[in-house]
Nanobody, 126 residues
Framework: QLQASGGGLVQAGDSLRLSCAASGNTFSNYAVGWFRQAPGKEREFVAG????????DYADSAKGRFTISRDNAKNTVYLEMNSLKPEDTAVYYCAGKWIKFYIGIVYYRSQSYDLWGQGTQVTVSS
């Protein structure tokens, strides 16, 4: 089970830190991705981190503003979001993909992931 939290209503330029906590799973065995879905739009990749934590990648819209990180001791992955814009408004989901061998790979397609959290709403006002 994955639990996403940390969303809220903020103003443009503010920051938020989202958390994705895993229960019942050894999160260190998973690559993790953050996705978001705005009303009327498709779910899109935001950021991903490999199982090892050695690789991260971001959507162009997130590069330079968002940082994904993981704390395996806490079974938690974070998404630090800075300089938020109104277009970042969406429901944010975290997802996990169990990895046996390819510990340094970031996965971009939602279909690649096995576990999903329930989503947390981020609303950025202008």
């Amino acid at each position: 089970q994955l639990q996403a939290s940390g969303g809220g209503l903020v103003q443009a330029g503010d920051s938020l830190r989202l958390s994705c906590a895993a229960s019942g799973n050894t999160f260190s065995n998973y690559a993790v991705g953050w996705f978001r879905q705005a009303p009327g739009k498709e779910r899109e990749f935001v950021a991903g981190i490999s199982r090892s934590g050695s690789s991260t990648d971001y959507a162009d819209s997130a590069k330079g503003r968002f940082t994904i990180s993981r704390d395996n001791a806490k079974n938690t992955v974070y998404l630090e979001m800075n300089s938020l814009k109104p277009e970042d408004t969406a429901v944010y989901y975290c997802a996990g993909k169990w990895i046996k061998f390819y510990i340094g790979i970031v996965y971009y397609r939602s279909q690649s992931y096995d576990l999903w959290g329930q989503g947390t709403q981020v609303t950025v006002s202008s």
